[in-house]
Each structure stands twice: as C-alpha cells, then as structure tokens.
C-alpha cells in the first residue's frame, strides 16, 4: 500500500477503459486496461474498477477520481450522448463513482484533459497561458487561460479543429467547408495526398501506395520524397498562420502538440512556428513558443484524469 495522496484517473474509451493509481509527481503506480464494451450498463464498469483496486489494496490513500470520457462535461459530470461507447443518452457518470467509491469525481472531455495533463505533468508545467493542439484523427485543442482551463458557457470552449480557415475549402464531417482539421490532422494529411496540388505529385512514392496513411507521408518525407514534404509543408504553414490569429485571442506563452503528427519531432513544430511568426501581429511576434508534448500518447489521458483530481478537485 501507498502511504501519500494518490489520485484514481479513469480513461473511458470506445475499445478499451484504461485506469491508474497515480501520484501527485505523475508516477503511475497501478495501471489496468478493461474492454469498454464487456459492460452493459455504465455501474458494472465501475464495480469493475473497484473491485480491482480493492484486490490490491489501492483504495485506501485515493483523494479524488478523475475521468476522461468522450462528451464528457465538466459541469455536471455527465457523458452525453457519446456516439462511439456502449451507453446511450446521458449517463451521470461522476455521481455513480461518487457513490461507489464515496469520493469526489470530475469528468471531463478529452481535450481539456490533456491540457491539464500538459499543464500538471508536461512540456507546460508552470505555464499559465497555453494551448494544446492534438492531431489525430481530427484536431482538438484545450485552452488554459490564467491557469485555468477555459469551459466556455456550455462546455464547448476550444473547438478549434472547427476554425474555417478556407472559405470554400474541403467538406469536413461537421457538414461545413474549410475547417481546419480538414488540412491539419492525420485524416487532413492523408486528403492532402489527393488534393494538394504540385507538379512532384505524379512522380511521388506515394502514388505507388494503396491507402497511404499520414505515418507514410511522414516516411516518405524522411526519404526525401518532394511531394511528402510539400504536404507536411503545408499542413504546418496552414496550421502556423491558424495559430497566428489564436494569439489574438488569449495570447499564449506556447501551443504543445501533441498526437501522431506530432511525433514527426521537433522538425514539424519549429516550422509551425516559424510560419506562425511570420503571419502574427507585431506584438506577438517571437513571444510563443510551439513544443511538443514530452508525455506518452497513452499515458496523456491517464495523467490529465489525475491531474484534474490534484489541480481541479483539490483546489476548486
Ligand atoms: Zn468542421
């Protein structure tokens, strides 16, 4: 048994719910991964958690439990209406923890995870004025102004994937033209292969591909294919010159990048930084840093779900 604080974070995903004991210094001491699908009702799921913990003796030092969960809102701890977990309509998730573990719990979505995460255990520690940019299989981002993270009236704050950043630009899956996740994310990379207009396409490794995915543009690049880096080009100046007018927003000491692209390293982002410069107001310019995140892909979630127990639960 742990004889200091620790805190429960839960990450709630459509395949898999992964959950761990972690620290206040982000070590994770405990760590368990179950199938989301195997339980009918959101309480089996919990008595699941439970049960383990209680196994190995790990509930005893728990202050709080945090959780990620898709639709999650902070407000009310609800999930709602989560189109990809087995659990219908609006699930009152934290109240079922709380009554199970009789703890307090916070839910959150999993962008402003990730920017508590960053902010508690990251690239972004000591930072009070930062934004996380995830570039998966869309474009998320999490907004923490004056140390705090921004919730917006409804919860929504920080959809920035949705910024239209072409007019008439490509049709994203929000129904509307020119989002910017349509450009700068792993999906946005691999349109780009169709889509971006050069005279190196025809010529480039790519086209001798099947279904070539973002991590093959990226290869490609890396051996020296003129097409690739043409996407992975554009794809940091649309994202740069997009980070530019953020700054005029809430003017932010870094943005952290974090997701596949931007494991590409610190290539990617020093030239998203350089095109964001470039296209910023004076007073910006050279006052933000891009970084990319030092935490593991996998352990982001688990590490923002505790972290919303040492920062949100315990000082709020
Ligand atoms: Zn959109």
Known sequence: MLDRELALGIDIGGTNTVFAIVDSEGNIHFEKSIKTKDFKQPEDLVNEIYNQLQKNSLLQNIIGIGVGAPNGNPFNGNIEFAPNLPWKGIIPLASIIEKKFNKSCKVDNDANIAALGEMKFGVARGLKNFVTITLGTGLGSGIVVDGR???????????????????????????????????????????????????????????????PTSLDVVNAAKDGDKFATEILDFTAKTLGESLADFMCFSNPKAFVLFGGLAKIGTSFAENVEKYMNDAALNIYKGKAKVLVSDLHDKNVALLGAAALVFHELKYS
């Open 149 to 211: 993270v921004v919730y917006g009236e409804n919860g929504f704050a920080g959809e920035y994937g949705h910024i239209r950043v072409e007019k008439e630009g490509r049709v994203c899956g929000c129904g509307r033209k020119g989002c910017l996740e349509t450009y700068v994310s792993a999906t946005g990379v691999v349109r780009s292969i169709r889509e971006h207009d050069s005279k190196n396409q025809a010529s480039s490794i790519l086209q001798t591909i099947a279904h």
